[in-house]
Structure formats: structure tokens, C-alpha cells
């Protein structure tokens, strides 16, 4: 068992904090999770459950994020709204959850998660390929043909460029996914 409140009851939280639509977002990305977990043999329960949680701080106003989650860099703080990965987590453990590979997966789907954070790259993918956003269905079909690092990987370098593309700065974190992913390619930056 990962969490003592069960996954229905914590479902019921999130869907009490966010507004309807994203809550449907949510629940789309739970069980695209929960098939990405299956295609790449990973705990099915453990990603369902961050997937459940991930958004959690989504629709909290500014000043409710940064008290949650104190920014710590400039971004954080021109950003505030990125902080609702962070300030998700700090709910989840408020909820009772001590799970820490659920809890960074959470805190990771903003800026990116460590590259053998396997449980994270799933989270970070259903989220951005969802069908719902009607985008990135290179990215879903790589997940679900077992090819999670490949989805992932094409993920943070999607999302650097669409932030790149809006003028916003990634997250010096983002930065460092990126980077080490085009190191592991053999390309430069
Ligand atoms: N890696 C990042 N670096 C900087 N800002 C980011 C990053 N990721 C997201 N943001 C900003 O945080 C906000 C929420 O982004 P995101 O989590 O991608 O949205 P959504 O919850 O719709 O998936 C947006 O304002 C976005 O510009």
C-alpha cells in the first residue's frame, strides 16, 4: 500500500481544489498513466496515484502557490504558476502521502524529473500527450510502444522549444534535462 487514504478519497480532494475541466484533464492523464506504466512494466498503482495528485495546486491563486511552495529563483517568481508542481507535492504530504518516488514525480511534471526517474518520465509524458490537449500524439504512441526514455526525452525538448517560442525562460532544471539529454544524443544545444 503506498498511501493510507485511498486513492478514491484523495481523488475526491483534488476534484473539491481544481475546476471541472481540469479535473477531467486530470483524469485523462491517470489513465493514460496508468497505460503508460503497463507498456513499460512499471507500478501501475504507484503512477496512477502521482497522476491523481499531479495537478492538485493547478488552479490555486498566486499568493496561495507561493505560500505553499516559497519561490527560490526569479523565475519562481515572475512564474508563479509554475510552482504548482511544488506546491502539489506539499499538499500530497499534507494529504498523508510519503511515498517520495510519487511525491518527486509530482513535484517533477512542471520542470523534469531526473533521468532515471522512471515513474517521473511517465507522469511528465501523460501529461504533456493526453488526448484531451489534442497534441503530441508522436510522443503518446512512443510511451505506449514501451519506448517511455524516447517519449520523454522528446517531451522536454518540445517544451523548451514551445517556451523558448513564448518568450519564457525554462527553468534552470528544464535547462538541465535538456542539456543532458542532447548530451546523451551526441548533439549540441
Ligand atoms: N520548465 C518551465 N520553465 C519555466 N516556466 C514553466 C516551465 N514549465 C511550465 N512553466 C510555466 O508554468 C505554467 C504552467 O505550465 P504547465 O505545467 O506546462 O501547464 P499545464 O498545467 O497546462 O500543463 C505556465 O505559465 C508555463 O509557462
Redesign the pocket.
Known amino acids: 500500500m503506498i498511501s493510507t487514504i485511498s486513492v478514491v478519497d484523495l481523488a475526491e480532494r483534488v476534484r473539491q481544489q481544481v475546476k471541472p475541466e481540469r479535473y477531467e ?1 486530470i483524469l485523462r492523464v491517470a489513465e493514460l498513466a496508468a497505460e503508460i506504466a503497463r507498456a513499460n512494466a512499471l507500478d501501475v498503482e504507484k503512477i496512477y496515484l502521482a497522476a491523481i495528485l499531479h ?1 492538485a495546486a ?1 488552479d490555486l491563486s498566486e499568493q496561495q502557490l507561493t505560500e505553499l511552495a516559497p519561490p527560490e529563483i526569479a ?1 519562481e517568481r515572475n ?1 508563479p ?5 511544488r506546491a502539489g507535492r506539499k499538499l500530497a504530504e499534507q494529504w498523508g502521502i510519503e511515498d517520495e518516488e510519487v511525491l518527486e514525480a509530482i513535484e517533477g ?4 524529473v531526473r533521468p532515471e526517474h522512471r515513474i517521473g518520465m511517465a507522469l511528465y509524458v501523460a ?2 500527450s493526453e488526448p484531451g490537449r489534442g497534441v503530441n500524439q508522436d510522443i503518446r504512441d512512443l510511451a505506449l510502444s514501451g519506448r517511455l526514455e524516447e517519449a520523454y526525452q522528446k517531451a522536454v525538448l518540445c ?2 522549444k514551445y ?1 523558448q517560442s ?1 518568450g ?4 534552470p ?3 538541465a534535462a535538456y542539456k543532458a539529454i542532447m548530451e546523451q544524443r551526441g548533439e549540441d544545444c
Request: aromatic share 4%.
Open positions: 484533464h495537478d493547478r523565475l512564474h504558476l509554475s510552482l504548482h508542481g511534471h512542471v520542470y523534469g501529461d504533456v517544451k523548451v517556451l513564448k519564457i525562460e525554462p527553468h532544471r528544464t535547462l
